[in-house]
């Protein structure tokens, strides 16, 4: 990538981690809060990845929960529930242009040079990537005088030669954008280390993530990236290229971002490893060598399956043994 690339940076403020609650009469699930606030469920999930709304993680293992004292808060705020519905929009190409008052071939020229920052994206039935933007953010861009000359007249020679060149910054973004929602979610260190990881492929996090207990652990919480389609389809393969970074520098940054926070997380906690295999209840009980026999030791006798007492006289097999050997001199 040119290093005269112009990027529109997305500023990612990481709060600490979600809230634990244990009564659940003071917090309610997802869908619950979005019926209160009166958003549909797609507008309630963009909210919390925008942190608009924010959540608690329930102690009882139901998932990221709203506290009520949140409803509150986000009922008491000037214009809702329209003025937060608005804050959540999600436009496409041609809404975007409109608000930007701009050509749609302007306005997918300055997403390409990364002047404006994909919200999300899906794929139509042609497998073509559809992107999505915050609508207040189109706004905010049209509305700052310094992006005037971008929004009229001839784009600068140096961004046209970028566009030349096939430079296309809107899937990098999305995943800066993405990597800010999941560090936010993250609930201590190993999370945000595999936050990180899920940004690049199996073999960089390898590479990097040498121990095989903290690579399962850090796999094991990986947050699932959207899917489209069967696995393995072609459009899986397209969300898949989206969703793993590509350019040299930011695998390079994310490398070294993971590599720190591994390191951050060992310093807390160790990664989870098999303990010691558990004893037979009997050899706990009578405070016997914990070691299992193998072969026919383990029903209770040598090999040729009976035993001998101290004289030597063999003693007659008993239980399933001896019933199995009934009658066999």
Known sequence: ??????????????????????????????????????????????????????????DGGGGLRVARAEIDRVSAES??????????????????????????????????????VPLKFYLNRYRAVVWLYLADELRQFAADEKNAPLLSGRTPEHLRGQLDTGLDL????????????????????????????SLLDSVQVAEIVRDPYERAYVNRLRPAQPTHGAPHSPAAQVAARITTAEDPDEIDWLRSDLRQTVAEAREGRAA??????????????????????????????????????????????????????????
């Open 170 to 197: 809107r899937p990098r973004n999305w995943r800066g954008r993405h990597l800010g929602f999941l560090l936010r979610q993250a609930e201590d260190p190993w999370a945000r280390a595999a936050a990180v990881a």
């Open 272 to 329: 989870p490893r098999p303990g010691p295999k558990e004893p037979w209840p009997d050899a706990v009980q009578h405070g016997l060598p914990t070691v299992r026999a193998s072969g026919a030791a383990q029903l209770g006798g040598p090999s040729d399956g009976a035993s001998s007492q101290p004289g030597g006289a063999p003693v007659k097999p008993r239980g399933l043994l001896g019933w199995l050997r009934r009658g066999n001199p």
């Open 1 to 58: 990538m040119s290093g005269n690339t112009v990027t529109q940076s997305v500023t990612t403020i990481v709060p600490a981690a979600p809230t634990r609650v244990r009564a659940r009469g003071t917090s309610l699930s997802q869908s619950h809060a979005a019926r209160e606030l009166g958003l549909k469920r797609g507008e309630f999930d963009l909210a919390v990845h925008l942190g608009r709304i924010r959540t608690v993680v329930d």
């Open 79 to 116: 214009g809702f529930p329209e003025r937060l519905r608005e804050r959540v929009r999600a436009v496409g190409t041609a809404d975007g242009a409109a608000l930007m008052d701009v050509t749609s071939a302007r306005f997918t020229r300055l997403a390409r040079l990364g002047q404006v």
